[in-house]
């Protein structure tokens, strides 16, 4: 295997990778404050890729649509919260499955009354092409893109953790809810917020990733369970654990997908590496999961002590 | 629940395909068998999450792995109920020992999850197997033979083998949770900690209850194989583990008949809207979330509750 | 003294950069009742854990009935005699008390795999529990869910699943914590009356309870072990007194 095939699929895992983070970060955040299991964090994706397909449609432009369908997926997630999730806080973790998975239902239906079972959505013409980014690569400069909107909201969101106010209620409220109780703050609203902040970040993801995937009903169903695996993987509730696992998650499968296949060649019969390669590379980020768990039960960053 | 309830449905199904059949409600025969299959899957989940407290989100991987034992076997010429059945359960209990066994090391939320991520590697390793249909499935060329001159190809006949194995299945839940060993795994989902302090080896127990239960499942899967004559990946993909896990709660967590309930309750209720809409998934999803929010012990816990007020 | 039942050595436990319990070295005899002492923070409890089995030693061993018990765990400890109640109640709330305690008793009778005799059918199990239930003044309370006993019943429901498991050496955590005068009085005799048949290590902030059980105190201040001895020689002790008894009594 050469050395720009690897530049080219580490870039493809990192751009995998950081869009994980964005569902990721808003997840592990909504698991480790409220304690909630939000099966529905998935729609939410797909509701962002959804907005900006018909926005698109309505502006003309990729970047306003993908700006109007954050605003509208926070409001979405801001109105589930105080409608429904609100109420599920202090319930067990079962219940809070069973509602969810409610809503995927009812997300999933609705999304097909509104608009059918999917939508196109092209990636701005500009970026329609590749770039030569070193002598014999050339690389789709849309991904580029992701690559660098992805490491700019992870910056906005370290940033908006580290040193603003809500950041700081925040980083509180996943280590020790009572504490953040004590200190008088608002939680009603500082969780619809943080609610608000996960969906838009969803959208984020779901409007970059909508070129490259299909924007259809039920794309939340198959991402979310990598976010879940990302968050387990990094600790529930930490957002640098969000990170580093988004990434390990998004570099392993891409890497799995493209060398293991090929790996497997070298040592067992074309058949048998045809059949067992792609099954492997599938279950990979499982077995990593597994794995880090068997050693470290609580993830690698646990963000509570 | 009244202690003669149970026999006067027990009897009531026994009787159902007797005025079916003239009638030639024969689709009903068959959504009965698929219901009572559903329920013996999803009791067996209630057994480990229910009784045992685990909430395992990766049930369905067991059922997968009985039902595609039986398709498998037939698949290279092994027909035999009596070798194949067997054969699903045990390995479907072996499946969930080994996994059970890394998994119980975990608490909480990451058991969730990671049961959940066990059960998406057996599903891709179901779609892995190209030999055996991969992404596409398998079809079964018959449905497994049992001799006797039992014919499994009639739907009646097959009706009344699932209502049997549902009831006796049952029976023995009854009277495993009402023995030691039941009387331990309750304990320890009220307070493990506690039950180890007082001499338990509570993770031993935990793992024969989980592998119980996967077994259970893998029994459900050889039936749902033989009831669609079709095994495919979806048969295991996590929402079907979701699928599962919604009827015992809606049923009723650890309520011996919760897991019959929930799956006569959203099957009935799926087939039910999909009468009126294609978007019967919208009705199927709002009724749940009225029942979690307005019933938070499930159906059986309502009743109880009315019979109690 | 007799040989000792609990032999500690050197244990020793860090959470972090805190050493919660350093080097603590002691003994318990068989039908001693051991008291252990100290501010709070002292380590008193993670001491319990070390030597329950809950929690493992970062250096140190505990020896049991003369063998080295150190690497064993909780429910293995138990089974050979060596059992712990604790600070904060914990019983099983819904269950009744009588069914708490045949679950002690289930403990140590045989396998508990039988998935199909019903066990309300084994007199046995509930025979026994029935006579613990009396030891520890709940007769005629069997069939009230433990979670909705009185505060001291509670507590004595408590001690009372440790002693269910029929141990040669009792570690007792606070077990009149939060108890009135009268419960106190209850569950003082109750402790007294065990002496002859097994050792207990006992936890406790109530003085008068600890002067008058204790044949030997140790008093752990700061995770160390800084005196043992007979009543009269703690309560003599300076050091002690200035540690912790002086805290109390200023005098």
Same mark, same amino acid.
């Given at each position: ?23 990721? !970060? ?69 219940? #809070? ?14 999304? %097909? ?128 654990? !969000? ?63 | ?77 092994? !027909? ?146 033989? #009831? ?82 | 003294?007799?040989? !000792? ?66 690497? %064993? ?74 979670? #909705?006993?009185?505060?001291?019943? #509670? ?97």
């Amino acid at each position: 295997m050469s050395g720009i095939l690897l530049l080219e699929q580490s870039l493809n895992g990192l751009q995998f990778g950081l869009m994980l983070f964005l569902l990721a !970060a808003g997840l592990t955040l909504v698991f480790g404050i409220m304690d909630m299991i939000n099966l529905a964090h998935g729609s939410l994706y797909m509701v962002g890729a959804f907005l900006a397909a018909t926005f698109v449609d309505l502006t003309g432009s990729f970047w306003l649509a993908v700006a109007l369908a954050l605003a509208g997926t926070a409001l979405v997630g801001m109105a589930l919260e105080v409608s429904v999730l609100r109420r599920l806080y202090a319930r067990d973790h079962l219940s #809070q499955v069973l509602a969810t998975f409610a809503l995927i239902l009812v997300a999933n239906e609705t999304v %097909r009354i509104v608009w059918g079972p999917q939508l196109p959505l092209a990636a701005p013409p500009a970026l329609a092409g590749p770039v030569e980014i070193v002598p014999g690569l050339q690389y789709s400069s849309y991904r580029l893109v992701i690559i660098a909107v992805g490491l700019a909201v992870a910056a906005a969101l370290y940033f908006a953790i580290a040193r603003t106010r809500v950041g700081m209620l925040v980083r509180a409220g996943a280590s020790n809810r009572e504490m953040a109780v004590a200190m008088g703050v608002n939680i009603k609203r500082l969780f619809t917020i943080v609610f608000g902040c996960a969906a838009a970040l969803c959208a984020v993801a779901g409007a970059m990733l909508g070129p490259i995937l299909a924007v259809q009903v039920g794309m939340g169903e198959n991402i979310l369970i990598l976010a879940f695996v990302v968050i387990v993987i990094g600790g529930i509730g930490s957002i640098r654990g !969000a990170l580093v696992g988004a990434l390990l998650v998004g570099v392993v499968d891409t890497m799995g997908r493209a060398f293991l296949p090929h790996l497997l060649r070298q040592f067992l019969r074309a058949d048998l590496a045809g059949a067992l390669g792609p099954a492997l590379a599938s279950i990979l980020i499982y077995v990593l999961m597994a794995a880090i768990l068997f050693w470290k039960p609580q993830g690698l960053f646990p963000a509570r002590g | 629940m009244r202690r003669w309830l149970p026999f006067a449905v027990l009897a009531a199904a026994a009787a159902f395909p007797l005025v079916a059949r003239p009638l030639g409600w024969d689709f009903y025969i068959g959504f009965a068998s698929r219901i009572m299959i559903y329920a013996l899957a999803a009791s067996s989940l209630n057994l480990v999450l229910g009784y045992g407290g685990m909430v395992s989100f990766g049930h369905a991987a067991f059922v997968g792995a009985g039902a595609y034992t039986v398709a498998v076997l037939m698949a290279e010429g092994v !027909a035999s109920a009596w070798v194949a059945w067997p054969l699903a359960v045990a390995l479907a209990g072996a499946l969930a020992a080994a996994i059970g066994a890394v998994c119980l090391r975990t608490r909480g939320v990451y058991f969730i999850m990671i049961t959940l991520a066990f059960a998406q590697m057996i599903y891709y390793i179901a779609v892995g197997m190209r030999a055996y249909g991969g992404e596409e499935g398998l079809n079964l060329p018959t449905r497994s033979q049992l001799g006797f001159g039992l014919d499994l190809k009639d739907d009646v006949t097959f009706y009344y083998l699932v209502l049997a194995i549902l009831a006796a299945a049952l029976y023995a839940l009854r009277r495993t949770v009402g023995a030691r060993f039941g009387r331990v795994i309750e304990a320890i989902r009220e307070n493990e900690t506690r039950m180890d302090a007082i001499g338990f080896p509570t993770y031993r127990y935990k793992l024969v209850c989980f592998a119980l239960g996967g077994a259970l499942a893998g029994l459900a899967g050889a039936l749902l194989a033989n #009831q669609n004559s079709y095994v495919n990946p979806n048969l295991l993909y996590w929402t079907q583990s979701g699928t599962l896990m919604i009827m015992v709660i809606l049923g009723g967590v650890g309520y011996l008949y919760g897991g019959v309930l929930g799956a006569v309750a959203l099957l009935v209720l799926e087939e039910v809207v999909s009468g009126y809409t294609i978007h019967w998934q919208l009705g199927v999803g709002a009724v749940m979330l009225a029942i979690v929010l307005f019933a938070p012990r499930g159906l059986a816990g309502l009743a109880q509750g009315r019979r109690d007020g | 003294m007799a040989e !000792a039942l609990l032999r500690v050595e050197r244990v020793a436990k860090h959470f972090g950069g805190v050493v919660a319990v350093d080097a603590v070295s002691l003994e318990v005899a068989a039908g001693e009742i051991h008291a252990l002492i100290g501010p709070n923070g002292a380590g008193k409890t993670t001491l319990v854990h070390l030597l329950s089995g809950a929690l493992a030693p970062d250096a140190g061993r505990v020896l049991f009935a003369g063998a080295d018990v150190t690497a %064993r765990a909780l429910h293995e400890r138990v089974g050979l005699g060596l059992a712990r109640s604790y600070q904060v109640t914990s019983l099983f709330r819904g269950f009744t008390a009588l069914d708490n305690m045949a679950l002690a008793v289930q403990a140590r009778s045989g396998s508990s795999l039988r998935f199909w005799t019903p066990v309300a059918s084994e007199r046995a199990l509930f025979d026994e529990a029935r006579a613990v239930l009396g030891e520890i003044g709940l007769a005629g309370r069997e069939r009230v869910h433990a979670g #909705q006993l009185a505060h001291g019943e #509670q507590r004595a429901l408590e001690v009372g699943l440790a002693l269910a498991t029929r141990p040669k050496l009792l570690l007792l955590d606070e077990p009149m914590a939060g108890m009135g005068p009268d419960e106190s009085e209850r569950l003082i005799a109750l402790v007294d009356g065990l002496r002859a048949r097994v050792g207990v290590l006992l936890i406790e902030h109530d003085m008068d309870a600890v002067f008058r059980l204790a044949d030997r105190i140790s008093v752990l201040v700061n995770g160390r072990v800084i005196a043992t001895g007979g009543p009269e020689e703690i309560r003599a002790n300076a050091e002690v007194k200035r540690a912790y008894l002086g805290e109390e009594q200023p005098a």
